[in-house]
C-alpha cells in the first residue's frame, strides 16, 4: 500500500491521551489529518501538543451524555476508541459500573457519530472506525459489561455501514486480543483476584492462552490498522471486522 495522504482530513479520535488513541491520533496526524483528541484525562492536552499545529484537545467525559449534545464538532474521521473495564462475576458487578461503560463504548459514540454523520454526509466521504475487541466476537467470563459494549458496537458499526455506504461514509471495527495500554496493566489485578492466580502470572495464564501468537500487540500496530482503514486502498473496505487477535478466533 502506498503512503496514506489524508491532508486536508479533520479526525476526532476519543480515549485520546494514552495507549490505542494516543497512537491512532499520532498515525493520522503523520498521515497529514488535523486531530482532534478527546479524553477525561487532562494529559490529552500533551499527546496534542506533541502533534504540534495539527493537534486539538478536548477535555470530556464521555459518560456525561448531556454534555456531548453541547459540543461542536465537524469531522470526516471518527475513531471510537474510549473505553473502560471493569473484571467481577455478574452477581458482584456493579449495576451502576454496567451503566456506565455501556454509556461510554456504546451510548456516547451513538451520539458522537450521529453529530458527525450529517458533514460526512454533505462531503460525501467519511470514515468511521470503532476499537472494538476480541471480545466484540468471542466473550470472557467476568467482564460481562465490557463484552456486551462490544458486541454493541460491532452491531452499530454494521448498521452505519449499511446507511453511509452509498452515501460515501465507510463504518468498520478493528477488534485487536490484549494491547499494551494501561487498560490492560490496570486490570492484572483483578484478574488475579478474580481467577485466584498471582499478578505475575496473569499475562501468561489469562491474557495469552488463545492467541497462537504470545505477545501483547502494540498499540502502533492497532494504529496502522486504523490509518489503512482511512485510506483510499481501502474505500471498499465496509462493514466489516478487521481482527488482530493472534489466532484467538481461528479456535
Same mark, same amino acid.
Given at each position: 500500500m502506498g503512503q496514506v495522504d489524508l491532508a486536508g482530513r479533520i479526525a476526532v479520535v476519543t480515549g485520546a491521551a494514552s495507549g490505542i488513541g494516543a497512537a491512532c491520533a499520532q498515525a493520522l496526524s503523520a498521515a497529514g489529518a488535523r486531530v482532534v483528541l478527546m479524553d477525561r484525562d487532562e494529559r490529552v492536552h500533551d499527546v496534542a501538543g506533541e502533534l504540534g499545529g495539527s493537534g486539538e484537545a478536548i477535555v470530556a467525559d464521555l459518560t456525561d451524555l448531556a454534555r456531548l449534545a453541547e459540543l461542536d464538532l465537524s469531522a470526516d474521521i471518527f475513531v471510537n476508541n474510549a473505553g473502560i473495564q471493569h473484571v467481577a462475576p455478574v452477581e458482584e458487578f456493579p449495576p451502576e459500573m454496567f451503566h456506565r461503560m455501556l454509556a461510554l463504548m456504546v451510548e456516547a459514540p451513538f451520539l458522537l457519530v450521529r453529530r458527525l454523520l450529517p !458533514?460526512?454526509? @454533505?462531503? !460525501?466521504?467519511g470514515r468511521i472506525v470503532h476499537?472494538?475487541? &476480541?471480545? *466484540?466476537?468471542?466473550?470472557?467470563?467476568? $467482564?460481562?459489561?465490557? #463484552?456486551?459494549? $462490544?458486541? !454493541?458496537?460491532?452491531?452499530?458499526? $454494521?448498521?452505519?455501514?449499511?446507511? *453511509? *455506504?452509498?452515501? *460515501? &461514509? /465507510?463504518?468498520? /471495527?478493528?477488534?485487536?486480543?490484549?494491547?499494551? /495500554?494501561?487498560? #490492560? @496493566?490496570?486490570?492484572?489485578?483483578?484478574?488475579?483476584? /478474580?481467577? !485466584?492466580?498471582?499478578?505475575?502470572e496473569v499475562v501468561e495464564k489469562i491474557m495469552l492462552t488463545e492467541p497462537a501468537i504470545k505477545r501483547l500487540i502494540e498499540p502502533a500496530e492497532v494504529a496502522e490498522a486504523v490509518r489503512y482503514l482511512c485510506s483510499d486502498a481501502a474505500s471498499f473496505v465496509n462493514g466489516t471486522s478487521l481482527v488482530l487477535d493472534g489466532g484467538w478466533t481461528a479456535r
Open positions: !458533514g460526512m454526509y @454533505e462531503r !460525501g466521504w476499537i472494538s475487541s &476480541v471480545h *466484540g466476537l468471542r466473550a470472557s467470563a467476568y $467482564k460481562s459489561a465490557y #463484552v456486551t459494549a $462490544k458486541h !454493541g458496537i460491532e452491531g452499530l458499526s $454494521k448498521v452505519l455501514a449499511l446507511e *453511509g *455506504g452509498p452515501r *460515501g &461514509v /465507510t463504518s468498520n /471495527t478493528i477488534c485487536p486480543a490484549y494491547v499494551r /495500554t494501561p487498560l #490492560v @496493566e490496570n486490570q492484572i489485578v483483578a484478574q488475579a483476584r /478474580t481467577h !485466584g492466580i498471582p499478578e505475575s
